[in-house]
């Protein structure tokens, strides 16, 4: 089955930079867009950012757009975020998420289990 | 990007059904059928409940339904069960390669 798992959160200072990871297993993931969405305590979802099945497009929010990059390795099975100039309003935990079509259509059908960021000095 | 319109929270007892909607404008849910929903437990990753405005994903039960008109797209859940309180959320296309999420409602099953 599809397993998503995220890595690479914890505490942070404002200003600095972060790198999460995600590994999927049990999916051909060369085939599917993938994005990370956001949830800060307490409070509801944000989609953040998007890349497409081969990496050669990426969309993000205005919220993060300039900060944030998206990539993805189809060869190693992993999604990354690199996240820089962070500021305590983008601590919260970081799902990475699977497009259920090949398209990007934004239908969600597997999320991790999410990694927490915690902006903070 | 602003978020869509959801209730805080709606409630129901169990056999019952609730509604809960999706406000957002012709930027979005208007001019998309790009609309899903997901359900959320707490401490848990959400579920896609509902995909393409109507769709539902195998496995997702057939009480729950999905609905759109105008602006606002509506999830329907018929013959509640306490398994169904948890955090529910949509989710727009807004265009530009980019999506947006609804606030959130909190279902109660009573």
């Known amino acids: 089955q599809v397993q998503l798992v995220e890595s690479g959160g914890g505490v942070v200072q404002p200003g600095r930079s972060l790198r999460l990871s995600c590994a999927a297993t049990?999916?051909?993931?060369?085939?599917?867009?993938m994005h990370w969405v956001r949830q800060a305590p307490g409070k509801g979802l944000e989609w953040v950012a998007v890349?497409?099945?081969?990496?050669?497009?990426?969309y993000y929010a205005d919220s993060v757009r300039g900060r944030f990059t998206i990539s993805r390795d189809n060869s190693k099975h992993t999604l990354d975020l690199e996240m820089k100039s962070l500021r305590a309003d983008d601590t919260a935990v970081y799902y990475c998420?699977?497009?259920?079509?090949?398209?990007?259509?934004?239908?969600?059908?597997?999320w991790g289990p999410g990694t927490l960021v915690s902006v903070s000095s | 990007q602003s978020a869509l319109t959801q209730p805080r929270s709606v409630s129901g007892s169990p056999g019952q059904s609730v509604t809960i909607s999706c406000t957002g404008t012709?930027?979005?849910?208007?001019?998309?059928?790009?609309v899903s929903w997901y359900q959320q437990h707490p401490g848990k990753a959400p579920k896609l409940l509902i995909y393409?405005?109507?769709k539902r994903p195998s496995g997702v039960p057939d009480r729950f339904s999905g609905s759109k008109s105008d602006n606002t797209a509506s999830l329907s859940i018929s013959g509640l069960q306490a398994e169904d309180e948890a955090d529910y959320y949509c989710?727009?296309?807004?265009?530009?390669?980019?999506?947006?999420f609804g606030g959130g409602t909190k279902l109660t099953v009573l």
């Open positions: 998420a699977k497009d259920l079509l090949a398209s990007l259509d934004g239908y969600i059908d597997h």
């Open positions: 049990g999916l051909s993931f060369s085939e599917y867009g």
């Open positions: 890349v497409s099945y081969d990496g050669g497009s990426r």
């Open positions: 012709s930027s979005d849910v208007g001019n998309y059928k790009y």
């Open positions: 393409e405005v109507t």
């Open positions: 989710l727009s296309y807004a265009g530009r390669y980019s999506w947006v």
